[in-house]
């Protein structure tokens, strides 16, 4: 499990024969002994036989489902991708951001938003996971004036594009002039265009970047239902609530937001408008956050709906608002074909062999 709290302990974490279950304990890090692992499971909705050893293979038997609307895909490995489908992770948002170091020209941010449009969603496709994405300037490099207003030329054409289901990471870094110029003008173009807004609150002076982006939402008339307001923490969630937007939650080790505050969170304030997501990216993160948050959340008793709603359903009604996600995009899939290539590409190297799902056959019609 993510996060810094102190935890109450689990007596048969101690258990040596947790060490055959390949999942770690929430109050020690120590192996958990298998029963105790499967009543978790049990408690989340979780196949108990979705180990790390595990093959994926479509939905757990208990229908359980995640949504990761908040994950940087593009940082992590196919390991990560296949580790996810087992855990129940049925679906991701890649919002666009920050690469780590400043990026040169438009064409490399040209290149990422084509990767995150592209590629990343044939290769999640090819690992059981279905990927969208937002598209964006973020805040952070918003800050070099010429690369802003080249980037701002081809959001537009970004934007339209299969799979995007909202204008983002917008909002604010350091709160300067120049981020609150591009802040206010995708706004617009999202509003223009009818796309939900998904913001980035900052990580320094927080309460009062949140509150100023509030600000900023309520002066161009946006609808709160149709914008998200992530990273946020406790000291800003009630705000965000208090005006009717979606609140949204990273869990995310040590920095913004830990599982066990998580789960107190809902219990405080119930799920409606509540969303758990990951935000793992190339730093020390967890993309297993969101069924490790729902387990831990089964274990201190909130109930299976409050569960589903902050982890799964909550997710899809705000980012399926312009119907580039749907439910039947998981729940009928197409079968995964590890053969098949993007761009002269394939997700395999030499000798690896390729994972080929079957069809279910068509239903016996007589006539």
Not at 18 to 30: F, I, M, R, T
Not at 64 to 77: K, L, Q, V
Not at 84 to 91: F, L, P, T, W
Not at 293 to 320: F, S
């Amino acid at each position: 499990m993510t996060g810094p709290e102190t935890r109450p302990p689990i007596p048969a974490c101690e258990d040596a024969a947790g060490a055959e279950a390949g999942y770690a304990c929430p109050c020690c890090g120590d192996r958990l002994p298998a029963e105790l692992v499967a009543r978790i499971l049990a408690g989340a909705g979780l196949p108990a036989q979705a180990g790390p050893g595990a093959r994926p293979s479509g939905l757990p038997a208990s229908g359980a489902r995640f949504i990761d609307p908040h994950a940087h895909m593009i940082s992590r490995t196919t390991d990560d991708y296949e580790a996810m489908a087992r855990a129940g992770v049925v679906a991701v948002i890649e919002p666009a951001f920050w690469l780590g170091q400043p990026r040169t020209s438009v064409g490399s941010y040209r290149d990422y938003l084509s990767t995150i449009t592209g590629f990343e969603r044939f290769r999640a496709g090819q690992f059981g996971i279905r990927h969208y994405c937002t598209v964006g300037l973020n805040p952070k490099e918003a800050n070099d004036p010429e690369l802003a207003e080249a980037v701002m030329d081809i959001l537009p054409a970004f934007a339209l594009k299969d799979g995007v289901v909202a204008l983002g990471e917008l909002g604010y870094d350091e709160q300067t002039a120049a981020e609150d110029r591009c802040f206010r003008a995708q706004v617009e173009l999202a509003r223009s265009i009818g796309l939900p807004i998904l913001i980035h609150t900052p990580h320094r002076d927080k309460t009062r970047g949140t509150l100023r982006t509030l600000d900023v939402l309520r002066e161009h008339d946006v609808d709160p239902a149709h914008c998200v307001i992530d990273h946020l923490n406790e000291e800003t969630v009630a705000a965000a609530l208090d005006r009717g937007f979606w609140a949204a939650f990273s869990i995310y080790p040590g920095t913004k937001m830990g599982n066990e505050r998580m789960t107190e969170i809902v219990r405080r304030f119930g799920p409606e408008r509540l969303i758990v997501d990951s935000a793992c990216d190339w730093g020390v993160s967890d993309p297993l956050a969101v069924p490790k948050t729902a387990a831990l959340m089964a274990m201190r008793g909130i109930p299976e709906a409050a569960i589903r709603r902050v982890t799964y359903g909550n997710a899809l009604t705000v980012y399926g608002l312009n119907g580039e996600m749907r439910e039947e995009h998981w729940l009928d899939p197409d079968p995964i074909d590890q053969r098949l290539l993007f761009e002269g590409n394939s997700v395999l190297r030499g000798g690896q062999a390729a994972r080929v799902d079957t069809p279910p056959p068509d239903p016996l019609v007589i006539r």
